[in-house]
């Protein structure tokens, strides 16, 4: 899981290419933030839903954290 401040396209799209399962902002929720690590601890995969539309190949792509 990568926590990040780095929002463009070309960094999310780096590191969906490098494995990640989750990519969030550093502001997000603490609450959402627990939701998403254990998310990501059960094997799903997290985008931080401000970067839904973000994900390459204009995929839905995996789930978000709300």
Not at 20 to 46: C, M, N, T, W
């Amino acid at each position: 899981m990568t926590l990040t401040g780095l929002h463009g396209p070309g960094s999310l799209a780096a590191a969906l290419r490098a494995g990640v399962s989750g990519y969030l902002l550093k502001d997000i929720p603490a609450g959402e933030l627990i939701a998403a690590v254990r998310a990501v601890a059960q094997g799903e995969h997290v985008i931080d839903a401000r970067l839904a539309g973000r994900v390459p190949g204009g995929e839905q792509g995996p789930p978000q954290a709300s």
